[in-house]
């Protein structure tokens, strides 16, 4: 589950940054943009939540110098 | 910027406050690339790039102005502030409290309170921008110093209001959302600028066929290099560079961010700094300027600097939502950290009122437009007024011993006022108060000099202060 929250949530970020290179590129309308955009958002928030909110805050477990 | 003033939000706190952070304890590289990359795409991103433009900034001033001015402030983290940091291990304030004494950090406290205090409140502005765009009230313009409409302050109001409960009950929680925020903020950052470009491109049916026309465009268009918008100074390359280095300066110059190198395993760990540098103080400037050129190109009279217009312009619904986010997630440990300093004056007040009424106080100062439409000015303010005590840290730690004199002086007299550290602090603000108003160098410029000017008065002022007030030991 929390695996496919990450890859979800991945591909969200995906998914906000495209509609505005493909813009950028003239291949879709302005409006179509902000629509996706907000889509992705949504999105988002909703798969990466539950995944980064769970994750230990700083200092990070792994990053830890143990000696 | 940010708030930068934000490095330390995520860094362990609570832990090692008077004493070296023990081996164990120490972090890897990538925990300092997410903490700067994160926090350096502020709320108040939206409104220094628009600035730059409405200062008549020129393409190359720009573009190569933040090029240089962020990696002299990446070196700055890396030569100044990282290895004093990852030698001595211990937080600004306990560093400080060892040079100058307790009395005078409180003096610095207090400094460093109320400069969050009206930070916080430029970040509300910010998020309240976008409450505009939906209710239609009038908001500030450019020039405007006081609130120009009751729906602008109600809607300060319940913005600031929010935040400052928030940040009284919940700030951790906010601190993770702001977590879950960022990268998806720094995404719409991008998206800002992508859209912004091509509207430049439909707007002004240039065709971009290579470099060199985007070069053109670039140059013609979106920062012409014309004349500042009325009431603002001309910006070049000078300004800009020297912005971009000091907009920060409380942290790395100023050595706020030692409480966050002490963590670090290796001083070179500050080139993660570069990480928010290149986001949030060059990506994020340029894309967020692009939208205000471009609302000056469809209107030249339409000079608001209103991120939640321009976001909605661009982005529609997810760029006002960044707008609310931005401001929100960084307003929130602003006034949380102004709370604690100012919680350091009256120890005895609990944290949640001290956090309300520090809340209160931003949310007032936030329905003042002065404070968000002169933020490049008062940013530069910011830096220059915490800038000496850098200058202390940095001279009590290298040199001090140099000239036959002790560092760490308040500590070993046992003496809670340092008067050499805070006349040096005092007779450099005055010194750089007096260049700006009677030399007329500008604000942007003084800090520089100002660092030289603290050094050596510190020096010059220890010889006498030591020789008159002995340490304990001597007294013994």
Redesign the interface.
């Known amino acids: 589950m929390r695996l496919a929250l990450r890859i979800v949530s991945i591909l969200s970020l995906t998914g906000l940054i495209l509609p505005s290179v493909l813009f950028l590129a003239g291949r879709t309308d302005l409006d179509r943009t902000k629509w996706l955009m907000l889509l992705a958002t949504i999105v988002w928030f909703v798969t990466a939540t539950p995944v980064m909110w769970k994750e230990p805050s700083e200092p990070d477990k792994e990053e830890v110098i143990v000696p | 910027m940010d708030s930068e003033q934000q490095a330390q939000t995520?860094?362990?706190s609570g832990e090692f406050e008077r004493e070296p952070v023990p081996?164990?304890?120490?972090?890897?590289f990538?925990?300092f690339v997410g903490?700067y990359a994160g926090e350096h795409c502020a709320g108040t991103e939206l409104t220094l790039g628009p600035l730059f433009v409405a200062a008549g900034v020129g393409a190359f001033d720009l573009i190569v102005g933040l090029l240089v001015g962020n990696a002299l402030a990446v070196l700055s983290w890396m030569l100044m502030c990282a290895p004093i940091a990852t030698r001595a291990r211990l937080t600004l304030y306990f560093q400080l409290e060892k040079i100058c004494g307790r009395k005078l950090v409180v003096l610095y406290n207090l400094a460093n309170g109320v400069m969050f205090c009206f930070l916080a409140g430029a970040m509300v502005t910010v998020s309240a921008t976008a409450v505009g765009v939906y209710l239609k009230f009038p908001m500030p313009e450019l020039t405007d110093i006081f609130p120009n409409s009751v729906g602008w302050v109600l809607a300060v109001a319940v913005v600031g209001g929010l935040i400052a409960v928030v940040a009284a009950y919940g700030y951790q929680t906010v601190?993770?959302?702001a977590?879950?925020?960022a990268?998806?903020m720094v995404?719409?950052f991008?998206?800002f600028g992508?859209?912004g470009?091509?509207?430049f491109i439909d707007a002004t049916g240039i065709e971009i066929k290579s470099a060199g026309d985007l070069w053109h465009l670039a140059s013609t268009q979106m920062w012409d290099g014309g004349d500042p918008q009325p009431g603002k100074v001309k910006f070049t390359f000078w300004h800009v560079m020297f912005f971009a280095w000091f907009c920060n300066m409380a942290m790395h110059i100023g050595m706020s961010d030692l409480s966050v190198f002490r963590?670090a395993?290796k001083s070179w760990y500050a080139v993660a700094s570069a990480a928010g540098m290149y986001v949030g103080h060059f990506m994020a400037w340029i894309s967020a300027s692009i939208l205000y050129a471009y609302q000056l190109h469809l209107d030249p009279t339409d000079n608001a600097v209103l991120p939640g217009p321009l976001a909605y312009r661009a982005?529609?619904?997810?760029?006002l939502?960044c707008v609310v986010i931005a401001g929100w997630t960084t307003a929130n440990p602003t006034i949380y950290r102004a709370g604690l300093a100012f919680q350091a004056l009256t120890p005895k007040t609990s944290r949640f009122k001290v956090t309300l009424i520090t809340g209160a106080i931003a949310t007032v100062a936030g329905m003042f437009p002065a404070i968000a439409m002169k933020l490049l000015e008062f940013v530069a303010l910011y830096g220059l007024i915490l800038m000496p005590m850098g200058a202390v840290i940095f001279v009590d730690f290298w040199l001090i011993r140099r000239f036959g004199l002790e560092s760490s002086y308040a500590e070993k007299s046992g003496r809670l006022f340092n008067w050499a550290a805070g006349a040096a602090w005092g007779v450099t603000l005055v010194t750089a108060y007096l260049l700006v108003k009677y030399a007329r160098i500008q604000i942007y410029f003084v800090s520089l000099p100002g660092w030289f000017v603290a050094a050596i008065l510190y020096i010059v002022l220890s010889k006498y202060y030591q020789k008159k007030v002995r340490p304990t030991a001597a007294k013994a």
């Open positions: 995520t860094a362990p081996k164990s304890a120490l972090l890897g990538k925990s903490m601190a993770r959302f977590n879950v925020a990268p998806w995404l719409v991008l998206a992508l859209v470009l091509r509207q963590f395993r982005a529609g619904v997810a760029g939502i």
